[in-house]
């Protein structure tokens, strides 16, 4: 920790959050955590884990359960709470702003997305008590947080045709495409019904036709059609009987938790594989995204390292 906190400002702080109640020694409130300048206080935490203890509340945990995840909730809100005013105190340190347009454009974006008028938006947060000042406040918050992880981190972030190329090289099998195969089947449940069924196949009798006269499947009157299916799907017996057939050809009759079964092939349909051209769009944003979240990591990790902070749960 390089920087030093403003230590009159946590003191008067102190003293203020920690008074005992008018004719009581009970404590009012006091300070959670110290984030450079400011602070956090166990209302401002109480409050905003308020939603979830509610759920913990309502969800019969024991006694030692709910004192486990109430004790991990209030940590991990405690660490976001810090991280929001350490990204709030860049916001105010690289004097980002947030128009009054940008604001109302955002707030129109939303009462269209949920098919709202202004008066319902009005309606809906009063009934949620909050005046709809305070709501432009926290859009506009809400939009000052993404232009600095824009100006501090996605600026910094370039995907070239060669990261392009080497991803799709290395995970080419996932833009190969994966062979289907169309199946049916006839099922029968005693031996002799399985012995008479392989004898006529044997015989060279039309599956589809076997399958409506014999089996006692719910698709027999389909022709014992079962759809189309990709290899890694089917059960590990199915996959070993399967794999080694051809167009038209059909399996020897398999005992199966159902019964005895003989599957046939009706076709295979090939892959169709993407060029790197047709998913160097679609490589590029996952490229883009997964060093966004890593290099923001970093940069919060940095902004946690050289600011003072004091947690006090």
Known sequence: MTRTINLGLALICTVLFTLPATGTAETVDRIVAIVNDDIITLIELNKAILPYVEKIDSAGYSGEKKAQILFKLRTDMLNRMVDRKLTDQEVRKLRLTVTDKEVDAAIERLKEAQMMTQEDLEAALEHDGIDFTQYREKIRQEILRPKLINYSVKSKVIITDGDIKAYYLEHIADYAGVREFHLFNILVTTENAAETLRTRLDNGEAFKVLAKELSEAPNAGDGGDLGVFRMETLSDQLQEAVKVLGKGEHTDVIETDQGYQVFFLESIREPQGQTRE????????????????????????????????????
């Open 278 to 313: 047709q998913v160097k769009d679609e490589i590029s944003k996952k490229l883009y995204d997964e060093i966004v979240e890593k290099k923001f990591g970093t940069w919060l990790d940095s902004l946690r390292e050289k600011s003072y902070i004091k947690k006090m749960l």
